[in-house]
């Protein structure tokens, strides 16, 4: 059933408008369903065609966000709304760095309530004139959404704040997450009204909308989506208490790039992934990129800029130059710090007073002189713990001005009614220093905006007595746990619980000599004026176009249910192996070459028994006693171990140590494949490997007779895989003189010959059926590592060389469903076996019938 306001987006693409009484723009390429242009409007259709090229050439951005970009104000006859561009929103100023011939659409809900009567009217008007897709929630979901799982859940945890107790963010509540769900899914569905899946891009905003992705990947799984959190993200020990830690991740993994402020907080995503999925990353020519079920999640870098244009505008505002003579009067022979923060908890403003009050203490020149302006932003979240914080800012800042102040001084300054921007901005001015002492905060601009507007324009240093000539200076105070101070290296970094060395820092910046002054601000300001909010939204853009470029040739499905659901991406030319087709190839060729990996192939990965079973020899047997099949089995493991697990098996050919043995049948002795005159290296490589095993908690060495291997599977992942990559590096260069290779593997370490190779294996066993005659021509090659893609890769590329028969059936198989070299997947090991089972089904009953035959 169509809703309501998907019906009357319909009728604005059809220009029949039943509330307004004008005909409706058209809104390029809305589809009804995935990939098909809406055709309700038959009678209308011709006049589509005049303006298809044009809206078709356009490249399309649909920017979702939990507000839109706008203002409303009820008119002042109570008849309707006004409604304007909110020029402060952040998703409004990302469309400077899309290019003027990048079509935005927004979609995110009103600050304003729309009565249900209104809504049809207030949709059709912001998509019509604004095109903007509004979302209306009802009062009651919306706060357990917003002011619920948001603001009590997330967004303290985000910020580091456990719930420990009912008093801080509270316990658990399944009914808001489901609210918060329930939301995602009704932005999905806001999507769905105006998307074109094959052309447009969809860029997610921030921690409200984090399973929005699951939903838009499960209507469409080729979508082309981005996603930016402005958050923080924490550490793995913070988030994993979070119930539902497994589904916030498995959603945003659906989408095709992730972006974050600093490293920090994509390191501390990765390592979830690794902790909590099984999922490890790996970072190519500067690019960071998660392997999740065949699709790769790019992972983005990049803190966010301002808007130089509105800033510089706003500076040129008489009222700024007006209101910046009163501050330069009213301040006259003192010193302005200044501080801009939210009323909330971790923009920690009292522990700025509290550091100010140490200054005034420790620092009596500086009494009469200093003063602190801070401006607090009214609170975007509500509760008991605003309420504490705005009583006890106000309690200190009263207690500082009563010990230190005196007539014509005040020095702390506080101001927590609204101010107009251009009042701020004087406030930036006339700041000889600004504090941003936050305990944890996703970004924040504040900085950056100060930056600027210390570099002033001609009018404000005329009014400020400036003489033009003189490089302009500034100072930053900036705590150490927010988002921007990586980029502010000019900056006196501070840990703001530190409240002596906070209070140190801000004399510092007081008693700095103008010289230095100038020169950090000068890098600051190069750096603030090149990276604005429309370089970081190009540099988006460009990556998730980057990330977005193989979709279409890729073949995609779904699987999962609910928050579980993920889609599987795959080439063309990779494909489940079925069963019918290699059993009816299998009949019908007479020179067989089987080889199979043991490990994750034969047996599961997970056993704790590893030796084989009754059924997997029996298998086994019925292969070998074929005479057309040469069956070879390659493993990583001993020789003694695979000759006591398979002594039943007469006819079988082991490879063990990866190709360093081989036996011919039980009988023969094992030989090996690739000679080596000594191994005095292991001498120099086991003393490494002891080091880093005793430094390493639950890592093992495993000693072979032609290679060492360390192990760090049952070590801690992040520690061990750090561990791994100094290990390797370290043996290179300890054994660069050495006829070895030094290898890194799944949770694994190698130490072996040189040449010693899974491909090397297949390529004898050809080579040695050719010299006795026999041109293969079926030829099954199954593994599941990356030690087996050698082999894979030499298979390959054995197609049309002279060890085969020119109709020769290649199956080279791979166990899961990954990138690989190979051509076919087989699920797991049971698929494996079962696919096994049906080839010596075939072989009993050719033996069974050949036997029938020569009794007769």
Known sequence: MVSRSYSNLLDLVSGESPTLGRCAKRLPRVNTVAGVISDLDEENLGSISSDAPSSLSQERVIVVGNQLPLRAHRRPDGTGWNFSWDADSLILQLKDGLGDDTEVIYIGCLREEIEPREQDDVSQTLLEIFKCVPTFLPSDLFSKFYHGFCKQHLWPLFHYMLPLSPDLGGRFDRSLWQAYVSVNKIFADKVMEVISPDDDFVWVHDYHLMVLPTFLRKRFNRVKLGFFLHSPFPSSEIYRTLP????????????????????????????????????????????????????????????????????????????????????????????????????????????????????????????????????????????????????????????????????????????????????????????????????????????????????????????????????????????????????????????????????????????????????????????????????????????LERACRDHNRRRCWGIGFGLGFRVIALDPNFKKLSVEHIVSAYKRTKNRAILLDYDGTIMPQTSINKKPTSEAIDILNSLCKDPKNIVFLLSGRDKETLSIWFSSCDKLVIAAEHGYFIRQNNDAEWETCVPVADFAWKQIAEPVMQLYTETTDGSAIEAKESALVWHYQYADPDFGSCQAKELLDHLESVLSNEPVSVKSGQHIVEVKPQGVTKGLVAERLLSNMQQRGLRADFVLCIGDDRSDEDMFEFINGTISGPALSPVAELFACTVGQKPSKAKYYLEDTTEIVRMLQGLASVSDHTAQASASQSST
């Open 244 to 543: 539902v830690r497994d589904e916030l991740l498995r959603a945003l993994l659906n989408a095709d790039l992730i972006g974050f402020h600093t490293f920090d907080y994509a390191r501390h995503f990765l390592s979830c992934c690794s902790r909590m999925l099984g999922l490890a990353y790996q970072s190519k020519r500067g690019y960071i990129g998660i392997e999740y079920y065949g699709r790769t999640v790019g992972i983005k870098i990049l803190p966010v800029g301002i808007h130089m244009g509105q800033l510089e505008q706003v500076l040129n505002f008489p009222e700024t130059e007006s209101r910046v003579k009163e501050l330069r009067d009213r301040f006259k022979d003192q010193v302005v710090l200044l501080g801009v923060d939210d009323m909330d908890i971790f923009k920690g403003i009292s522990l700025k007073l509290l550091a100010m009050e140490h200054l005034l203490m420790q620092h009596s020149e500086w009494r009469g002189k200093a003063v602190l302006v801070q401006i607090a932003n009214p609170a975007r979240g509500r509760g008991k713990d605003v309420q504490e914080v705005q009583i006890e800012i106000h309690f200190t800042a009263k207690r500082i001005n009563e010990t230190f102040g005196r007539p014509g001084y005040e020095p702390v300054v506080l101001i927590d009614n609204p101010l107009q921007f251009y009042e701020r901005i004087a406030y930036y001015a006339i700041a000889e220093c600004c504090l941003v002492t936050a305990v944890r905060d996703g970004m924040n601009l504040i900085p950056y905006k100060y930056i600027i507007c210390r570099q002033g324009n001609e009018k404000l240093d005329d009014i400020l007595q400036l003489d033009p000539s003189i490089p302009k200076k500034s100072m930053l105070v900036v705590s150490e746990f927010v988002g921007c101070s990586p980029s502010l290296s000019g900056a006196i970094r501070v840990n703001p619980w530190n409240i002596e060395s906070v209070a140190e820092a801000m004399v510092s910046a007081l008693e700095m000599k103008d010289p230095e002054k100038q020169l950090r601000h000068e890098k600051h300001f190069r750096y603030v004026s090149t990276h604005d909010v429309g370089y970081w939204a190009n540099s988006f853009i460009q990556d």
